[in-house]
């Protein structure tokens, strides 16, 4: 018993008996020692310090963050534009992997799999009826370039499975959901996040509908959360003149940065309409503000979400990285996107879009209140734009919950929509290809009947979400919608999705009318001509 107490009372006796100045990285070191070297349990000493690493960041603001090897490059996937793997678009339903759609000129086209599949087991691991996660699911299918992946496959009408070899390769991750002409003269291209290959998608897809007659663009930012600063910045040089202010930053220990449109804009002149929503973040923000600030374009929707804070990323050798705010972004006129947050209260910042939905935001622009101090003017034409955080647009558009219910709730909770139209299709694929060959005889032609949706009423409740004619009534025309862009998403690509869904959604209705009628455009970017006073 006394051997014991010897090194802690020798480690007493090496307290010194009046207080020392200590530098708090030599105090953090020790403390790490004195756990590792005394503590009473067994103690994860890397578990400890990646815990001690994300409990300081967290008390200095809401986006400072640390993240594991593994988190680090699932952050960063989706971002650099490309993963390998074998290429395909799948869900998980009654934890059964069905192939949505191939990629183009992918590995799992190249060899034969085709939308429909259900694929049982890749190499020695079992994929359907073993309950996998999306995640777990995606592990096992990607991998490095050039390396084989044997796939079991059951396809409707054969008996036994199918076996596959199929050689892993880079697959790239698409940022342009959709692309399409929304009426006679104008396109749409919604992008849904702001990655390394953004710019060039959203390039080629302009190049595209200008083919078709585009003459004005309407851009759906909506629920697009960011990604690179790069990225936003070569989207707002496209509509911008050589010497406009896009961004710039600033912070107290980093050099402020400008960012100019350098180059001569893709689409210079032509009416530009931006739908933004509560959710559009950081690069949203910073297009969006650059357009209105610019006079350039006219916004549309919800104001945005207000994430003006620029991390930059400490990698470490182990593939783990600490991302550490290091300055602000503002708009060219000035205001600064970022929302109030108060440091290491991460809780009451992550309730602010609940708070905003329970104060009336989402439904009325009068709910919303702006400082008179944080008043600013476009560059151009003088209009009153406010700062605050997050970007207000030019047009509110109320959230439409009248179609809403618990009813349609719980069915989309339960994936019942994707479940329904991804059977519906395995069950009648060849013969809607023959009715509906090409993507507008589709959107003309299918109808969802009412035996489908007794089919999918059906199916809900099997699966626990009882029959309500209720909900069923006061939803059903928005359920009809979501199957029916399912159904056509299946067929042909995501494209067909919005095109069906989006003529029945507020913001994108509102922004048809604006960017269809010059003088209502024209009268929104003159001064005065919506402004929300505060």
């Known amino acids: 018993m006394k051997k014991t107490l010897i090194p802690l009372l020798l480690a007493a006796m090496l307290i010194p008996a009046t207080a020392q100045i200590i530098s708090p990285d030599r105090k953090l070191a020790t403390v790490e020692k004195i756990i590792e070297t005394f503590y009473v349990g067994d103690v994860d000493t890397a578990k400890v310090v990646e815990d001690g690493i994300r409990a300081m960041l967290k008390a200095l603001d809401p986006h400072s963050s640390y993240s594991t090897p593994q988190e680090t490059k699932e952050l960063n996937e989706p971002l650099q534009g490309n993963f390998s793997g074998i290429g395909i678009q799948f869900q998980m339903i009654s934890d059964t992997l069905y192939v949505i759609q191939t990629v183009a000129g992918g590995p799992s086209e190249q060899v034969g799999i085709v939308p429909g599949d259900r694929i049982i087991s890749a190499n020695d691991s079992m994929i359907s009826g073993v309950k996998r996660t999306n995640p777990s699911v995606m592990k096992i299918l990607r991998g490095p370039k050039g390396t084989e992946v044997d796939v079991k496959v059951k396809r409707a009408g054969t008996d036994e499975p199918i076996n596959f070899s199929i050689i892993r390769d880079d697959i790239p991750i698409h940022s342009v959901d959709a692309a399409y002409m929304a009426a006679p003269g104008t396109g749409y291209i919604r992008v849904s996040r702001f990655a390394e290959d953004t710019p060039a998608e959203v390039a080629e897809a302009i190049g595209k509908l200008r083919k078709q007659g585009m003459t004005d663009l309407i851009i759906d930012l909506q629920d697009n959360g960011g990604g690179y600063l790069h990225s936003a910045y070569k989207l707002a040089e496209m509509f911008l003149n050589r010497g406009d202010l896009i961004v710039y930053t600033d912070g107290e220990r980093v050099e402020p940065q400008q960012y100019y449109a350098m180059e001569r804009a893709l689409m210079p002149e032509g009416r530009v309409v931006v739908m933004v929503n509560q959710y559009s973040a ?45 300055s602000r972004y503002h708009t060219p006129s000035g205001r600064c996107i970022q929302k109030p947050y108060t440091p290491g209260d991460n809780e009451d910042y992550s309730h602010d879009l609940i708070n905003r939905y329970n104060s009336g935001e989402f439904s009325s622009a009068d709910s919303i209140k702006f400082d008179p101090a944080l008043k600013y003017k476009t560059l151009r034409n003088g209009r009153t734009v406010y700062g605050g955080g997050g970007i207000m647009p030019d047009r509110f558009v109320a959230i439409d919950t009248t179609q809403w219910s618990p009813y349609y709730r719980d069915l989309l909770a339960k994936g019942i929509y994707n479940r329904y139209a991804v059977n519906y299709v395995d069950r009648n694929r060849d013969k809607m290809k023959a009715d509906f060959p090409e993507e507008t005889d589709f959107i003309e032609g299918f109808e969802v009947t009412p035996e489908m949706i007794d089919e999918l009423v059906a199916m809900g409740e099997e699966a626990g979400v009882k029959a309500d004619a209720d909900g069923l009534a006061t939803s059903g025309a928005l359920i009809s919608r979501i199957v029916k862009g399912i159904v056509g998403r299946d067929l042909f690509d995501q494209s067909t999705y919005f095109r069906v869904v989006n003529p029945a959604e507020p913001v994108y209705r509102a922004a048809l009318e604006i960017i269809s009628d010059p003088e209502l455009y024209d009268s929104l970017l003159r001064p005065g001509g919506e402004e929300v006073e505060p």
């Open 282 to 326: 950081s690069a949203s923000e910073i297009l969006s503000g650059a357009l209105q600030d610019n006079d350039r374009g006219v916004v549309v929707g919800r104001r945005t979400f207000g994430k003006g804070l620029v991390q930059r990323p400490f990698p470490f050798p182990d593939g783990s990285m600490v991302r550490l705010t290091v």
